[in-house]
């Protein structure tokens, strides 16, 4: 793969108002300019200014990307902000039985968590794959999974089906985008100490060795154009890493065996 050598001119990162995204947009080099969004308006506010720097744009979109409306906006303010590095992150995931969920929340998980990603890698990667072949540079797209995407998990069905899907649509496109110069990573981060596990209503709050989601930030970006997935987490490394390199060949295999459309 090709190593992304030179910082990206600007990013896009989804749910940036916590967690892991927050880390992203922390962990970005000042170099990159950069449009946060989120639903929480005074977050994004509060973590833009923290960023600003003399010649660094950094801009906010509030949105809810559960919504075509949401979508829309945030596709349009990235499409004008020129964006080469789009980081979709922003997630939910409910936790209980599904008989007992509402059908709302579940609509939530897939709109977020699958629609989003998949909307937003349509409309912005022609344009992020235009401005760095006319700059000589690579384009960036970092799709957040989850360990969740390798095993189905009781009690968080339509999550663990949507990060399935999430590691799935990024390996494909890794490997049907090979010849673009764009690097796609996805991200399987394990259990990682957000707001996620309260929001989610996951008793207990986060797992015991939880990790910072700013390594896990960091740890992204350092391997973007180096692999095409990263599996967070000692033994979630250890158990997976194997069976997403297996399923990282197949799609390669399968973009050079299928004819283009
Ligand atoms: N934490 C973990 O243990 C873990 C493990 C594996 C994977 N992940 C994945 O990591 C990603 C980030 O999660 P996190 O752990 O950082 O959780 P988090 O702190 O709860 O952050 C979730 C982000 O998503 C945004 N978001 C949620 N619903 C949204 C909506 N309808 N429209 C727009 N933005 C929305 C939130 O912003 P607003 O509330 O402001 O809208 C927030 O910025 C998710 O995709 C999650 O599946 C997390």
């Known amino acids: 793969m090709t190593r992304?050598?030179?910082p990206h001119r600007a990013a896009l990162v989804t749910g940036a108002t916590s967690g892991i995204g927050e880390a992203f947009a922390r962990a970005l080099s000042t170099g990159t300019d950069v449009l946060l969004t989120g639903r929480d308006g005074a977050?994004?506010?509060?973590?833009?200014?923290?960023l600003v720097a003399?010649?660094?744009r950094v801009e906010t979109v509030a949105a809810d990307l559960a919504t075509?409306?949401?979508?829309d906006a945030v596709?349009?303010?990235a499409e004008a902000f020129g964006v080469d590095l789009l980081i979709a992150n922003a997630g939910v995931g409910p936790f209980g039985d599904f008989l007992q969920a509402s059908e709302a929340s579940l609509r939530a998980t897939v709109s977020v968590n699958v629609m989003a990603p998949v909307v937003l890698s349509r409309r912005l990667l022609p344009g992020m794959i235009r401005r760095a072949e006319a700059g000589r540079r690579r384009a960036g797209l970092v799709i957040v999974s989850s360990n969740a995407a390798f095993v189905p998990v009781p009690r968080l069905a339509a999550y663990a089906a949507s990060k399935a899907f999430d590691l799935s649509l990024a390996e494909a496109l890794s490997a049907e985008l090979a010849a673009e110069p764009v690097d796609?990573?996805?991200?399987c981060p394990t259990a990682t100490r957000?707001?996620?596990a309260a929001r989610s209503g996951f008793g207990g709050g986060n797992l015991p060795g939880a990790e910072d989601p700013a390594d896990v930030a960091a740890a992204a970006l350092r391997a973007l154009g180096r692999v095409r997935t990263l599996v967070r987490g000692p033994l979630s490394g250890l158990l997976l890493s194997g069976p997403a390199f297996a399923r990282a060949a197949v799609a390669q295999t399968l973009a050079l065996v299928l004819?283009?459309?």
């Open 68 to 71: 075509d409306a949401g979508l």
């Open 54 to 56: 003399p010649g660094r």
């Open 75 to 77: 596709a349009a303010r």
């Open 194 to 196: 957000t707001k996620f």
């Open 43 to 50: 977050a994004l506010e509060r973590l833009a200014a923290e």
């Open 259 to 261: 004819p283009r459309r």
């Open 4 to 6: 992304t050598s030179t």
């Open 184 to 187: 796609v990573l996805a991200l």
